[in-house]
């Protein structure tokens, strides 16, 4: 995994557990769950991107 994706996803991940946390203390549902979506999408892409460097080594 390239040191840009790493960042990359990990400032989703992060970006996901603001808005989470701001969805929970505004008592917005809608936005905690954009947040913990946001967050399951960077895991996958993480996993993939885990498979990937697999693959090519």
Not at 5 to 27: F, I, Q, S, Y
């Amino acid at each position: 995994m390239g040191t840009e994706d790493k960042l990359r996803n990990a400032a989703d991940k992060a970006k996901g557990k603001v808005k989470e946390a701001a969805g929970k203390v505004t008592g917005d549902r809608t936005m905690e769950a954009k947040g913990k979506g946001t967050q399951v999408k960077s895991d996958l892409k993480q996993a993939g991107e885990k498979v990937k460097d697999a693959t090519e080594h």
